[in-house]
T-cell receptor, first 112, second 110 residues
Framework: SAVISQKPSRDICQRGTSLTIQCQVDSQVTMMFWYRQQPGQSLTLIATANQGSEATYESGFVIDKFPISRPNLTFSTLTVSNMSPEDSSIYLC?????????FGEGSRLTVL | GQQVMQIPQYQHVQEGEDFTTYCNSSTTLSNIQWYKQRPGGHPVFLIQLVKSGEVKKQKRLTFQFGEAKKNSSLHITATQTTDVGTYFCAGGTSYGKLTFGQGTILTVHP
């Protein structure tokens, strides 16, 4: 299993600003992912955070908008840049241990 | 790209009734996983199915993986109010990437 601490848990942001979300895992993991869950919607994979190299982004997501850092095997950050109201969502960090995907509690962002 | 469709989107049942959600993938899956998300919470892993035609049970929950490894179902017998939440299926590839279905929101009326 894995325990994931994610912060902030929620924030209200102004249009045009950027916010960085932190994800800390209690053990070393190879596979770490960032998901977005828009209100009432399913989970969409933003990117895979690779340790020591650039993140791998899914279609529709780009590094300039969602820069990701992965300095070591227990920590990652996701920045939501130049935010607009369409970025209002829950952002979830997750890690793959064995066959299970463990999720953090999520960061609920509201952009005004 | 891979698409995973899940139905129904909503299901309202009386406590004690059964509930089933269905998942269908556009491509053959390496595995399928099921998650439950309580209102206001984060998704929690329930189970993974890997083998063609596999059936697994967890108390009142029965999970099936189709013979072609493109569809799956979750059946809950005699629902309880604690079963309330959104149930997601997620189709897995051999390299660990998951594609989530839209989820089925289950409401259980006491």
């Amino acid at each position: 299993s894995a325990v994931i601490s994610q912060k902030p848990s929620r924030d209200i942001c102004q249009r045009g600003t950027s916010l960085t979300i932190q994800c800390q895992v209690d053990s070393q993991v190879t596979m770490m992912f960032w998901y977005r869950q828009q209100p009432g919607q399913s989970l969409t994979l933003i990117a895979t955070a690779n340790q020591g190299s650039e993140a791998t982004y899914e279609s529709g997501f780009v590094i300039d908008k969602f820069p990701i850092s992965r300095p070591n095997l227990t920590f990652s950050t996701l920045t939501v840049s130049n935010m607009s109201p369409e970025d209002s969502s829950i952002y979830l960090c997750s890690v793959l241990t064995g066959r299970e995907l463990f999720f953090g509690e999520g960061s609920r962002l509201t952009v005004l | 790209g891979q698409q995973v469709m899940q139905i129904p989107q909503y299901q309202h049942v009386q406590e004690g009734e059964d509930f089933t959600t269905y998942c269908n993938s556009s491509t053959t899956l390496s595995n399928i996983q099921w998650y439950k998300q309580r209102p206001g919470g984060h998704p929690v892993f329930l189970i993974q199915l890997v083998k063609s035609g596999e059936v697994k049970k967890q108390k009142r929950l029965t999970f099936q993986f189709g013979e072609a490894k493109k569809n799956s179902s979750l059946h809950i017998t005699a629902t309880q109010t604690t079963d309330v939440g959104t149930y997601f299926c997620a189709g897995g590839t051999s390299y660990g990437k998951l594609t989530f279905g839209q989820g089925t929101i289950l409401t259980v009326h006491p």
